[in-house]
């Protein structure tokens, strides 16, 4: 059964310092990866994606996120944490069997600290 | 572009009442879908659509509907509201490419009392 998990329930980091938020992966085949963020009271808002090709992908808000297969992860890492970081934070794989639909992972709600 | 619009942002409903959750998007994509978000258990597939006239369900459907009768409008069903429907509700949208990325909705707030 394909799934993702992301094995914290909150990350907590001071500004200024690295961030790392977890996600692994359990797919058939060449997975495709997913991160979005979510801030309060709002929809999610997509800020990176792997499909192929470099390990490390580059996204939105100076976020990154490195394939790792023979760990089946997909951890997304800021070099120098903001306060305006806080948020929730989603991984997701696309489902097998077509139509884009995703699966996410529960989430994890990062809160930075001044 | 406006994106993915829903309306209503917030609702309360009784048991055993309806409604429907309007989503639109003026991107042209051909899939859209309706997830789910309760606290700590990530979103859910409800229902989604790959084009206009054709709807398949997803990981937890039961209790609701769907309908999509042209490209930029998906609504959700509720018609017999129940304390479980509770949830925040979000619409996406995307292009018909595997790996396409989803665009979101603001989401819908609703809870059945």
């Known amino acids: 059964a394909q799934s993702v998990a992301q094995p914290e329930d909150q990350v907590n980091v001071a500004e200024g310092n690295p961030l790392t938020v977890k996600c692994t992966y359990s797919?058939?085949?060449?997975?495709?990866l997913f991160w979005y963020v979510q801030y309060p009271n709002r929809g999610l808002q997509f800020l990176l994606k792997y499909i192929t090709g470099d390990n490390l992908v580059k996204g939105s808000y100076g976020f990154e996120a490195e394939f790792n297969k023979s760990q089946t992860s997909f951890h997304l890492k800021k070099p120098s944490a903001l306060v305006s970081d806080s948020a929730l934070y989603f991984c997701?794989?696309?489902?097998?069997?077509?139509?884009?639909?995703?699966?996410f992972g529960a989430g994890t709600r990062l809160a930075v600290h001044p | 572009n406006a994106g993915v619009t829903q309306t209503p942002k917030f609702r309360i409903l009784k048991i055993g009442q309806s409604m429907t959750l309007q989503c639109t998007q003026d991107m042209n994509h051909n899939y859209m879908y309706w997830y789910r978000q309760d606290p700590g258990m990530g979103l859910k597939l409800i229902y989604y659509s790959v084009g206009a006239g054709i709807t398949d369900k997803g990981e937890v459907p039961n209790g609701y509907n769907v309908s999509r009768s042209t490209t930029e409008d998906f609504p959700l069903r509720l018609e017999l509201a129940a304390p479980s429907q509770t949830s925040v509700y979000f619409c996406a949208s995307s292009r018909t490419g595997e790996g396409d990325t989803q665009y979101f909705g603001p989401g819908t707030r609703l809870t059945v009392l």
């Open positions: 997701a794989v696309r489902e097998l069997g077509g139509y884009n639909k995703l699966i």
């Open positions: 797919v058939s085949g060449n997975p495709y």
